[in-house]
């Protein structure tokens, strides 16, 4: 029987749920079954997945010790793989049609368990002297896949007898069987090993497998290339590429999703390309119809939990970075684009506070500093201990150039944002400063004008380190050096003060004094994340030209916050008297 007609014939009578590019693959396999040119030969495909289910067995929980039981359409993917084979006129033989596979599934669908089966059926199955290469990334992610071969090989007593492992890889014989001969001895140079895109040495290697996992983060093909070119002196090579989608913009693998639908489409004529690409249709369809969710999840309900997947998804009807993350990692949907960050009712706080509220408090500084002609964003964040309840007084600065700059057709255009910043600064929500640039002093002036009117001390001053460096000085000058904490603008530093700033904004407990320059540059922050479901700040897509330099402002009072903030509370506490009937957030 063929396991990709009965695959073909269930999707077809409604059985099982697949998208259409899985539809189109298959349609193209149905093809080879009935051409001539094409030989089927099951033998080979059979072979390998009787390997798997007899011989291997998963490592790693919750399938941990139990025998690798093939679903239907693992069986149709190694079938496509091993089973067609086409006349080389050069090799003056037949050999397997598909060299290129490409492998999309949404994340917990077994991937990476049936990449590394895959690879140690041919290691044991194919020819003698085969060489296996993981690649990746980075060392851990590689690691993925040689783990997950290993806990398979370390679980069959067969290959535990005829094979070894130490810390450049896996290979064939063992101590006790040092004069043994042939395919499952020391006889056999095949090895398996792993490589890193950060790796230096990634050319001269001879392979006759390469799998790369997770190749949605990479920006380009320098790790690809060399893995491939790897390939080229094999008479029957088979190179392999596993990942979910990511949020690399125009990367490596938004090119090859371009070219691979564009071959399933019969756009473009790649006939040695095997494209199994598990993708949602639509994204509505996601939160419409969960009999959809099969098509970017054909492991769904075996391998992945649909209590796991429900949960998610509702998470993600609600929480914008939630549905970022699920819709790229759990159904194929690409989130290239810098998705909206927060909504006008989050946004929204009309509150209001007068500065000699904060009398002699303590408070967390911040600033996003712009020496030239962008907008610059000082803060002070002001927390009760008791309630939580936090403040923020803001002073924005701005290059007098900028702010005379009004005509935005002129030819230097330095005010694209069309903001009247002198009427601003008339409301005392603006410094300007003369010239051409902010004025490193004046900034550091306004923090110590706090002091003076208001006897506010600066407990930490968050900064990030561009152009900071003439701040730095006047601020250690003023308030000594150990109140300047550097804030690093990545994903790590930025992502959880971002979601405890929106956590705070949505509950109304901060009180930012209905600043209007905070509101807009609120609203122009988008939020760009990472794979590990991370994020930080970017400009909403096609609005380059507004600023988010507030909103930034935020943020790195935030993370200087979080930081401190069982040190900050004790002196604040010194200062505010506890509430009377207790009103104190536990």
Same mark, same amino acid.
């Given at each position: 029987?063929?396991?990709?007609?009965?695959?073909?014939e269930?999707?077809k009578?409604?059985? *099982?749920?697949a998208?259409r590019y899985?539809?189109?693959?298959?349609?193209?396999?149905?093809?080879?079954?009935?051409?001539?040119?094409?030989?089927?030969d099951?033998?080979?495909?059979?072979k390998?997945?009787?390997?798997?289910?007899?011989e291997?067995r998963h490592?790693?929980?919750?399938?941990?010790?139990?025998?690798?039981?093939?679903?239907?359409?693992?069986k149709?993917?190694?079938?496509?793989?091993?089973?067609?084979?086409?006349?080389?006129?050069?090799l003056?033989?037949?050999?397997?049609?598909?060299?290129?596979?490409?492998?999309?599934?949404?994340?917990?669908?077994?991937?990476t368990?049936?990449?590394?089966?895959?690879?140690?059926?041919?290691?044991?199955?194919?020819?003698?002297?085969?060489?296996?290469?993981?690649?990746?990334?980075?060392f851990d992610q590689?690691? /993925?896949?040689?783990?997950?071969?290993?806990?398979?090989?370390e679980?069959?007593?067969?290959l535990?007898?005829?094979?070894?492992?130490?810390?450049?890889?896996?290979?064939?014989?063992?101590q006790k069987?040092?004069?043994?001969?042939?395919?499952?001895?020391?006889?056999?140079k095949?090895?398996i090993?792993?490589?890193?895109a950060?790796?230096?040495?990634?050319?001269?290697?001879? *392979? %006759?497998?390469g799998?790369?996992?997770?190749?949605?983060?990479?920006?380009?093909?320098?790790?690809?290339?060399?893995?491939?070119q790897?390939?080229?002196t094999?008479?029957e090579?088979?190179?392999?590429?596993?990942?979910?989608?990511?949020?690399?913009? @125009?990367?490596?693998?938004?090119?090859?999703?371009?070219?691979?639908?564009?071959?399933?489409?019969?756009?473009?004529?790649m006939?040695r390309?095997?494209?199994?690409?598990?993708?949602?249709?639509?994204?509505?369809?996601?939160?419409? @119809?969960?009999q959809?969710?099969?098509?970017?999840?054909?492991?769904?309900?075996?391998?992945?939990? $649909?209590?796991?997947?429900?949960?998610?998804?509702?998470?993600?009807?609600?929480?914008?970075?939630?549905?970022?993350?699920?819709?790229?990692k759990?159904?194929?949907?690409?989130?290239?684009?810098?998705?909206? $960050?927060l909504?006008?009712?989050?946004?929204?706080?009309?509150q209001?506070?007068e500065?000699?509220?904060?009398?002699?408090?303590?408070?967390?500084?911040?600033?996003?500093?712009?020496?030239?002609?962008?907008?610059?964003?000082?803060?002070?964040?002001?927390?009760?201990?008791?309630?939580?309840?936090?403040?923020?007084?803001s002073?924005?600065?701005?290059?007098e150039?900028?702010? %005379?700059a009004?005509?935005?057709?002129?030819?230097q255009?330095?005010?694209?944002e069309k903001r @009247?910043?002198?009427?601003?600064?008339?409301?005392g929500?603006?410094?300007?400063?003369p010239?051409?640039?902010?004025?490193?002093?004046?900034?550091?002036? $306004?923090?110590?004008?706090?002091?003076?009117?208001?006897?506010?001390?600066?407990?930490?001053?968050?900064y990030?380190?561009?152009?900071?460096?003439?701040?730095?000085?006047?601020?250690?000058?003023y308030?000594?050096?150990?109140?300047?904490?550097?804030?690093i603008? @990545?994903?790590?530093?930025?992502?959880?003060p971002?979601?405890a700033?929106?956590s705070? /904004?949505?509950?109304?407990?901060?009180?930012?004094?209905?600043?209007?320059?905070?509101?807009?540059?609120?609203s122009?922050?988008?939020?760009?994340m990472n794979?590990l479901?991370?994020?930080?700040?970017?400009?909403?897509?096609?609005?380059?030209?507004?600023?988010?330099?507030?909103?930034?402002?935020?943020?790195i009072?935030y993370?200087?916050?979080?930081?401190?903030?069982?040190?900050?509370?004790e002196?604040?506490?010194?200062?505010?008297?506890?509430?009377?009937g207790?009103?104190i957030?536990?």
């Open positions: 029987m063929s396991y990709i007609q009965e695959y073909y269930k999707i009578s409604g059985d *099982i749920i998208g899985i539809k189109a693959e298959l349609n193209l396999l149905m093809n080879d079954i009935h051409n001539n040119d094409v030989r089927m099951y033998d080979a495909s059979n390998r997945i009787a390997f798997i289910e007899h291997l490592g790693q929980a919750p399938f941990a010790g139990k025998p690798f039981k093939l679903e239907l359409f693992q149709a993917i190694i079938e496509a793989i091993f089973a067609p084979h086409i006349y080389d006129e050069e003056r033989r037949w050999v397997r049609k598909y060299q290129d596979v490409l492998l999309i599934e949404a994340r917990k669908n077994g991937k368990p049936l990449a590394s089966a895959i690879s140690l059926a041919e290691w044991v199955c194919g020819p003698m002297g085969g060489n296996i290469l993981f690649g990746s990334n980075d590689a690691d /993925l896949l040689f783990q997950s071969t290993n806990d398979m090989r679980e069959s007593p067969k535990v007898r005829c094979t070894h492992k130490n810390q450049k890889g896996i290979f064939w014989g063992n069987q040092k004069h043994a001969r042939g395919k499952f001895s020391r006889q056999n095949g090895t090993k792993k490589l890193s950060r790796q230096s040495a990634k050319e001269g290697k001879n *392979i %006759s497998i799998v790369v996992d997770e190749v949605h983060e990479m920006q380009d093909n320098t790790l690809v290339m060399p893995i491939r790897a390939l080229s094999q008479d090579p088979l190179y392999i590429e596993i990942t979910t989608e990511g949020f690399t913009e @125009d990367g490596y693998l938004d090119e090859r999703l371009r070219l691979a639908r564009q071959v399933l489409t019969g756009d473009v004529d006939p390309w095997l494209i199994f690409l598990y993708q949602q249709d639509t994204e509505m369809e996601v939160f419409q @119809d969960e959809s969710w099969y098509k970017a999840n054909p492991g769904l309900g075996t391998i992945k939990k $649909w209590s796991f997947l429900r949960q998610m998804v509702d998470e993600a009807r609600t929480n914008r970075k939630t549905r970022a993350f699920v819709l790229a759990d159904f194929n949907i690409k989130q290239s684009v810098a998705a909206a $960050w909504d006008t009712a989050t946004i929204q706080n009309e209001t506070f500065p000699e509220e904060i009398d002699g408090q303590y408070y967390i500084g911040s600033l996003d500093f712009a020496e030239t002609t962008d907008l610059c964003s000082a803060k002070a964040l002001f927390v009760n201990p008791w309630t939580r309840k936090k403040r923020t007084l002073m924005y600065f701005i290059p150039i900028k702010a %005379s009004l005509d935005t057709d002129s030819e255009a330095l005010n694209p @009247d910043y002198r009427e601003w600064a008339r409301q929500l603006v410094t300007i400063c010239g051409s640039e902010v004025d490193a002093r004046m900034v550091a002036d $306004w923090f110590l004008k706090l002091y003076e009117q208001y006897h506010a001390i600066p407990f930490k001053i968050g990030d380190n561009w152009h900071a460096k003439d701040f730095k000085k006047i601020i250690a000058e308030f000594g050096e150990e109140v300047l904490e550097r804030i603008m @990545d994903y790590l530093s930025l992502s959880n971002m979601s700033l929106e705070d /904004l949505k509950r109304k407990t901060l009180n930012y004094n209905n600043n209007p320059i905070d509101k807009w540059c609120l122009n922050t988008a939020f760009k794979n479901s991370q994020m930080m700040p970017v400009k909403v897509y096609g609005q380059s030209k507004n600023r988010i330099d507030g909103a930034l402002g935020f943020i009072a993370a200087a916050y979080g930081r401190f903030k069982s040190e900050y509370h002196q604040q506490k010194l200062i505010i008297p506890e509430p009377a207790g009103d957030r536990c």
